[in-house]
């Protein structure tokens, strides 16, 4: 009886463990990371950009995770900053790799696209925004909700879905 008592506190703590991982992520979303980015999880937000994202964003910004309608067709679509892989330096330090993988409602499922492969956070553009384009050197408005990737104090992209697909504008400098 004691084993199975063991047995049920495992299987417990696991699905809490998954959950926690996901942290509001869809199934579906889940699935995807798991089966194309083996070993994923969800990247470490440093504190002094968590304080800067709860104090000029929202006090619920995580940092790694957003949702919005990036396609304008009126479904939650998402996007997650996840930990996978590492890049290695000149010197041969390895680094963990970021990557911001957005999701676009498809039917009862989502298709995902790879946004960047940089990049400290993520946070909500939300639709309307009027942005800079520093390629451009011209504003530009969101014409729907857009995911940001910044690379802390030095740069950062917007991402928009256009023509069935993602585009970026340097919007941070």
Known sequence: MKKFFILIFLL???AGFSQAQSGGLPASCRKILDKNFRGWKFAKISGEIQKHLREN???????NLISGDWNGDGRTDYAALIEHGE????DGTKLKRNLAVAFVRSGKTYKHSVLDTAGDYIALEKKGVKAYDHDTQSGIRF????????????????YVWRRGKFIYFQTSD
């Open 87 to 90: 890049d290695v330096l000149n």
């Open 57 to 63: 964003i929202s006090p619920d910004t995580r940092g």
């Open 12 to 14: 417990f703590s696991l």
């Open 143 to 158: 014409k729907n909700d857009a995911v940001f990737v910044g690379i802390w104090e030095k740069a950062g992209r917007s």
